[in-house]
């Protein structure tokens, strides 16, 4: 994965369809891939276990679009447990977040 700021949210909605199809193309997750959250997090782990160093992953939501606030709480959890294992690995994982105008 490159440096680039990945974003959330597609045709003014952020939900665990879009949040799901942005972490497959980014991450470029395997024809296998599951849709869902577990598969998700299965596949990161593989790409938590090759950080060389300290990593920032960096994500964006545009301000405008429709939240369904639970699958961005599930997108968060994933993180967050993300985050948690990297440090258990003594790996150091950053999350951005930023929101942007769309304009």
Known sequence: MNT??????ENG????QT???SLRKTFSFPDY????????????????DELAGPTTWRFSINKACDVNE????????????LKS??????LELQ????????A
């Open 4 to 9: 680039q700021t990945i974003t959330l949210d």
């Open 13 to 16: 909605k952020l939900n665990k």
């Open 19 to 21: 949040v799901l199809s």
């Open 33 to 48: 891939f599951g849709d869902n959250w577990d598969a998700a997090y299965d596949l990161l782990l593989d790409y938590v």
């Open 70 to 81: 639970a699958d961005l709480a599930a997108w968060a959890q994933l993180m967050t447990d």
């Open 85 to 90: 294992y990297a440090a258990s690995q003594g």
């Open 95 to 102: 999350i951005v977040i930023q929101r942007d105008s769309g």
